[in-house]
């Protein structure tokens, strides 16, 4: 993200620095196309042949694969009704999910802020502006994009739904996969089981497979790290898992630390898109300067890092780190979160 947006995003936000607001065993089988199988296999032994309403039905695990990488696992269901969504789980903590109204599409797709005619972003029968400005074709009838990486797509009553926030496809890729899950509306695969993941699902999630333990932020920021940046330095009534905070003595500067141990790759991209929605709001046409928009580039112990909005972020893992320039300068926030990403005990 270029300089002109950090300057906008800086000087939309207050002036004084505030403080005290953060942000707030492995199952076996390696997740490849083979394990899926072989779990669809045992669920039909044990008479669980029932593909009904399964939104895993509607894409391979292979075509999955080849998108966002290796799956941890099969894929599996989750929602409030325990089917709402298939969620397809990668070994580096990726995930992609779909959804699907298999009736009733019409009229919930009306209650999102349509019918096209009246909708500014919703797309014309086969074609669907997205937020990059690119115009895509699609097997739909009606389309709407609700953000840079979830687009629900009508075709008669049937809504197919593709969240791909938290893996780093496009926005043309996700809508490949969707294409491809509306084609199979029709016909289901017939080897695939939402419900023969599940299990395997629950333990890495309760096992944290693949994810570092939390410890306190303070653990990764330290009072040394603070003086040594900032001088004399009080420490901030806050410290556990989530923020560290130290305020310089006499001075309205301070080091606000926040680190969240899930769903970093999610706010990540979502905290980018916000910010830059905000700097097109902004600037308007000026905004079209690929120099002003593009990511810069920040090496570093993550994955990927950012100047977003008031923050340095960056995320490794899944875990994302961030600090609030508005307290210290971005250079400090970078050797801050740097630091706090080598004092992680980070899995192989």
Known sequence: MGKSLHLWIVLLASSAFIAGCGRSAPPPGDG??????????????EGDDDTTGDPCTLLAVAEVEAAIGTLAGPPFLEGPRGFDFCVYETRDLRSLKLKVGWSGGAADLRMMGLPAAMAGNAGLRGQLPLPDGVTVAGEWDEAKALNCCEISALLGDQLVTIDFMNTRLTSQQGVALLNRA????????KNIRGRAGNDAASQRQASRDGRPKPVPACQLVTLADATKLLGEVEVMPVDNEQQCQYSAKGRAEGIHFSVAWDGGYRAFREDGEMAGKVFKGLLGDMAKNPEDVK???????????DQIGTDFQAVRKDVRMSVDVRGTSEQNARTVVSQAMQRVQWPP
């Open 32 to 45: 490849t196309t083979a394990d899926a199988e072989e779990a669809v296999a045992a669920a039909d032994d």
């Open 182 to 189: 509306l084609q199979r509306l029709s016909e289901p695969l």
């Open 295 to 305: 990511s810069q580039e920040y090496p570093g112990p993550w994955e990927q890092a």
